[in-house]
Each structure stands twice: as C-alpha cells, then as structure tokens.
Nanobody
Framework: QVQLVESGGGLVQPGGSLTLSCAASGSIFRIVAMGWYRQRPGKQRELVATINAGGGRNYADSVKGRFTISSDNGLNTVYLHMNNLSPEDTDIYYC??????????????WGQGTQVTVSS
C-alpha cells in the first residue's frame, strides 16, 4: 500500500514564503507524476503544480513566477516552494501522486491535506 504524507503548512504573513513537502512511501514500483492541488470549503479542488517523471512541470496561472515544484529521490519526495504569498493562497493543499505499485496496477492517490493560511 502506498501512502502520501504532507508536511510544512502553517500561518505566514502576506509576502512571506513557505515550503510544503510530500513523501511517498510503501510498495512503489514507479511514480508517473506528482502534484499539488488546493481547495477551500465550497469550492472545487484546483491544480497548483505538477511534475512528471521526465521532469516536466506545469503550473496554474495564478502561481506562475511565485511557486516552484521540485522533487528529490526521483519523485518519491516533492516540494512546493511558495513565495510572495497572498491571502488568496489560503487553502488546504493536497499532494497527489499517480503511482504504480506493480507493473500493471496504479492508483491516483491523495495525501491528507495541509492547511496554509496567509494572514497578517
């Protein structure tokens, strides 16, 4: 069984920075892609940034130039470096992974979420 565990959320002032981490563990055969999404109550979960096994990155327009997604140990650990944060970035951030546990079996997995609050 594969699990995603996030860390790094918290309270930060406007204009500040924060880094989120997501570690994948368990029976991992291959990771196709990892990403970060965010959601607030009453709204749909939206993409923030993704990174694939080939190193390709994709960002939401609202975070381009401010957020950077990176990885370590292949894609087993991914980070979301967030700079110049604004109150509009306040959300619960979720890690997502498209992970094969065997040659033919893959899952679209989610972490438990971590709260990011941007406020003075």
């Amino acid at each position: 069984q594969v699990q995603l565990v996030e860390s790094g959320g918290g309270l930060v002032q406007p204009g500040g920075s924060l880094t989120l981490s997501c570690a994948a563990s368990g029976s991992i055969f291959r990771i196709v892609a990892m990403g970060w999404y965010r959601q607030r109550p009453g709204k749909q979960r939206e993409l923030v940034a993704t990174i694939n096994a080939g190193g390709g990155r994709n960002y939401a327009d609202s975070v381009k130039g401010r957020f950077t997604i990176s990885s370590d140990n292949g894609l087993n650990t991914v980070y979301l470096h967030m700079n110049n944060l604004s109150p509009e970035d306040t959300d619960i951030y979720y890690c997502n992974g498209k992970i094969y546990s065997t040659v033919t079996s893959w899952d679209d997995l989610w972490g438990q979420g971590t709260q990011v609050t941007v406020s003075s």
